[in-house]
C-alpha cells in the first residue's frame, strides 16, 4: 500500500525539486541582469526531470568528500542535467546575455507550472484522504 503511495506522489515530488531548481537558476540570471560578462543560463524541464527520474538518487545532487558533509539524497538539484546558456536575441556591449523580458517570462511560466504541481498533488492527498475515511466508515 505503501508503495503504491510512494509511486504515486514521487513523480510529482520530483517534478517540484527540478521546479524549485530552475527557478533558482532564473532568479540567478534576473539577478546578474547588471553583472558584465554574465552569461544566462537556463535548463530543459522535459530532458532535466527524464534525468532525474532515471538516475539513482545518490548520484544526484552533491557529491561529498567527507562523511560529515550534508547527505546529498533529496537535495533539491537538477541533477547532473547540464544547464545549457542562452542565445542571446540581442548582444550587449558588456558581454552580458540576460534579457529580461525572457527571463521574466520563464521565470513567470515556471512558477505557474510550480503552483500547477503543487495543486495537483494537493488534490491527489484529498482524494486519498476521502477514500481512507470512507473506508474507516
Known amino acids: 500500500m505503501i508503495n503504491k503511495l510512494d509511486n504515486t506522489l514521487n513523480f510529482h515530488h520530483k517534478a517540484l525539486n527540478v521546479r524549485a531548481a530552475r527557478q ?21 524541464f522535459a530532458q532535466a526531470l527524464q534525468h532525474v527520474l532515471s538516475s539513482n538518487p545518490a ?14 539524497v533529496g537535495y533539491r538539484s537538477i541533477g547532473t542535467a547540464q544547464a545549457q546558456y542562452r542565445v542571446p536575441q540581442q ?16 521565470f513567470a511560466d515556471n512558477s505557474i507550472q510550480y503552483d500547477a504541481g503543487l495543486t495537483f498533488i494537493n488534490n491527489q492527498i484529498r482524494v486519498l484522504l476521502s477514500a481512507i475515511r470512507e473506508g474507516n466508515v
Open 24 to 44: 533558482e537558476l532564473l532568479a540567478g540570471n534576473i539577478a546578474n541582469a547588471d553583472t558584465p560578462g554574465f552569461k544566462a543560463r537556463d535548463v530543459k
Open 59 to 72: 548520484q544526484q545532487g552533491l557529491t561529498t568528500t567527507s562523511p560529515r558533509h550534508i547527505n546529498p
Open 91 to 106: 548582444p550587449s556591449i558588456d558581454g552580458n546575455t540576460v534579457d529580461m523580458d525572457t527571463e521574466r517570462m520563464q
